[in-house]
């Protein structure tokens, strides 16, 4: 299976009750966000500190089958202009392989901006910077898994 087209084709994919986790794929660390099971909020899970790749795909999959995870909103860094880099590439190989482990639907999010208003909320919240480094990947995965599910409707 290849990525799906979009959120709703997502949506459409999944079982009924399940849930969709958000992915925001750094080089050091996974940011992850779980929506509700209606698919209507995205909510800040966890961040893992990448290791290897098995140990990672591992922590997916008990987070799968602990909240009943019917696919993934991954977020897919695009440079500003719109094209497609090696951090893309990285992304989609990263997506291929999860997909072949774990067997679940998959769509890419454009994560742009992400990062930096989940930053800037944290700055005008008065967050200390080590405060902000322990949450802003698993923000900013709900705020990747929002806009795909305002997205979906």
Same mark, same amino acid.
């Given at each position: +299976?290849?990525?799906?087209?979009?959120?709703?084709?997502?949506?459409?994919?999944?079982?009924?009750?399940?849930?969709?986790?958000?992915?925001d794929m750094g080089t050091k660390t996974l940011g992850l966000?779980?929506?509700?099971?209606?698919?209507?909020?995205?909510?800040?899970?966890?961040?893992?500190?990448?290791?290897?790749?098995?140990?990672?795909?591992e922590r997916l999959r008990a987070l799968v089958a602990e909240?009943?995870?019917?696919?993934?909103?991954?977020?897919?860094?695009?440079? +500003?202009?719109?094209?497609?880099?090696?951090?893309?590439?990285?992304?989609?190989?990263?997506?291929?392989?999860?997909?072949?482990?774990?067997?679940?639907?998959?769509?890419?999010?454009?994560?742009?901006?992400?990062?930096?208003?989940?930053?800037?909320?944290?700055?005008?919240?008065?967050?200390?910077?080590?405060r902000r480094d322990a949450l802003v990947d698993k923000m900013?995965?709900?705020?990747?898994?929002?806009?795909?599910?305002?997205?979906?409707?």
């Amino acid at each position: +299976m290849s990525a799906l087209d979009g959120p709703a084709a997502l949506k459409a994919q999944v079982a009924r009750r399940a849930r969709l986790l958000g992915v925001d794929m750094g080089t050091k660390t996974l940011g992850l966000a779980l929506s509700d099971p209606s698919l209507t909020v995205a909510t800040p899970l966890e961040t893992i500190r990448r290791t290897k790749f098995t140990q990672d795909v591992e922590r997916l999959r008990a987070l799968v089958a602990e909240h009943g995870i019917g696919g993934l909103v991954i977020g897919l860094p695009v440079n +500003m202009d719109g094209s497609e880099g090696p951090r893309c590439q990285s992304t989609r190989a990263f997506a291929r392989n999860v997909e072949a482990a774990l067997a679940l639907p998959y769509c890419f999010w454009d994560e742009r901006w992400s990062t930096q208003a989940v930053t800037r909320t944290l700055l005008e919240a008065d967050t200390s910077r080590k405060r902000r480094d322990a949450l802003v990947d698993k923000m900013a995965a709900a705020y990747i898994l929002q806009g795909a599910l305002d997205v979906a409707g």
